[in-house]
C-alpha cells in the first residue's frame, strides 16, 4: 500500500525564497562552524584485492579513491540495512 504525500508541492515549487519562514531556524555564522564537531566512525587499516579494471578507474576520478571506495561501500551498507 502506497502512502500519499501531505506535502503540496506544486505549491512549494512556486514559492521564491523570500517567501519562506526561516524564523525558526538560527543563522549559521562562523563560530558555529569554528566549534562543531563532526563524528565520524574510525576508519582502519585494511588490505582489498580489487579487480585492476576498477582500481584503475577509480584513480582515474582523481585523487582520494580510497575515500570514493569509502563512500560507495557506505552507500551500499546503508541501501542494504
Known amino acids: 500500500m502506497k502512502k500519499s504525500s501531505k506535502t503540496e508541492w506544486k505549491k512549494l515549487q512556486s514559492m521564491q525564497d523570500k517567501d519562506i519562514d526561516t524564523s525558526d531556524i538560527p543563522e549559521l555564522d562562523e563560530q558555529f562552524f569554528q566549534t562543531a564537531e563532526?563524528?565520524?566512525?574510525?576508519?582502519?587499516?585494511?588490505?582489498?584485492?580489487?579487480?585492476?579494471?576498477?582500481?584503475?578507474?577509480?584513480?582515474?576520478?582523481g585523487k582520494g579513491y580510497q575515500s570514493r571506495i569509502n563512500k560507495l561501500l557506505r552507500s551500499y551498507m546503508e541501501a542494504n540495512q
Do not use: M
Not at 39 to 59: C, F, G, N
Open 38 to 61: 563532526l563524528h565520524l566512525p574510525p576508519k582502519k587499516p585494511i588490505t582489498i584485492r580489487i579487480d585492476a579494471d576498477v582500481l584503475e578507474w577509480l584513480k582515474g576520478q
